[in-house]
């Protein structure tokens, strides 16, 4: 079984992250979400539900996303954040700094 390809794409006023994020295609990937960023100027939400990985670089990505979204004036809402990347997000205490990765808010728009 191979692998989806990690995709991030602009759909309607939506940005969706699909497939396996790892070392290797994280950069490609945060350079294309920064570009799809860069062309909206309003608060935009980021799907990750068909995000396939929970790992470091996934939240280095995010995070790389969201200073761009804060430096042109509006924030990003992450939903459909897996359990675990929350639970990365926690011990890395990085979930406070991330809308959408609020265990609370997770099970109240489940």
């Not at 996934?58 to 790389?64: N, Q, R, T, Y």
């Not at 990765?101 to 489940?110: I, L």
Request: charged fraction near 20%; glycine fraction near 8%.
């Amino acid at each position: 079984m191979t692998a989806e390809a990690p995709r991030v794409e602009m759909i309607d006023e939506l940005l969706v992250v699909s497939g396996e994020v790892n070392a290797d295609s994280v950069l490609a990937l945060r350079r294309h979400g920064e570009e799809l960023i860069s062309t909206v100027g309003s608060d935009l939400v980021v799907d990750l539900g068909n995000l396939g990985t929970a790992s470091s670089v996934v939240l280095s990505m995010l995070l790389c996303w969201q200073r761009l979204a804060l430096a042109r004036g509006f924030s990003l809402q992450f939903r459909g954040v897996s359990d675990r990347l929350v639970s990365l997000a926690a011990l890395s205490n990085l979930d406070d700094h991330l809308a959408g990765f609020d265990a609370g808010q997770m099970q109240a728009s489940s």
